[in-house]
């Protein structure tokens, strides 16, 4: 296997979990069930795009490096504030479609091309998602029956003892 490939995976694996674990940072902070609930379905599609990086790079006998620092996410604050950050997550998925797209032409792997063809194409679909959050939109991952009306707001700690 080309070292070149192992490297291209390395990095593509390193900016792909920096977004996800982004992800997880702007979650925490959305309060709207609804968004926060679109959040936690693209996070856990992202989990797998993570799984299938590690494999490969496995495949490629190249180890996973590690996680990168967490950068975290300046405070949405009061209200639909987030939808700022969620302006922000479409904006960084488009950049990583447009970085990485190239770099992929070039992979000459028919499997390893297709999967990250795979994560560039679901990456796409997020940013139309996080594009609807910005917009207000409430029914990005469906609707919900109008006697089903939605109180309160999504705690920001999961876990309390």
């Given amino acids: 296997m080309s070292t070149d490939l192992r490297q291209l995976v390395g990095d593509f694996y390193l900016a792909r979990l920096a977004l996800l674990m982004r992800h997880e940072d702007v979650a925490r902070q959305v309060s709207d069930y609804d968004i926060n609930n679109a959040y936690q ?29 967490r950068q975290g996410v300046a405070a949405a604050g009061k209200g639909d504030a987030w939808k700022a950050l969620a302006a922000e997550d479409a904006r960084a998925n488009q950049q990583f479609v447009d970085t990485w797209r190239p ?24 940013k139309r998602l996080f594009d609807q959050a910005a917009a ?8 919900h029956l109008p006697i089903n009306e939605r109180r309160g707001v999504v705690a920001a700690t999961r876990w309390m003892e």
Avoid: C, F
């Fill in 41 to 69: 379905n693209i996070i856990a599609r992202e989990e797998s795009h993570v799984s299938w990086l590690q494999y490969a790079l496995m495949d490629l006998q190249a180890a996973v490096p590690p996680d990168p620092a």
């Fill in 103 to 126: 770099k992929i032409g070039t992979v000459t792997n028919a499997r390893h091309k297709g999967m990250l063809k795979v994560i560039l194409g679901e990456m796409l679909e997020h």
């Fill in 136 to 143: 207000g939109r409430s029914d990005l991952i469906g609707t």
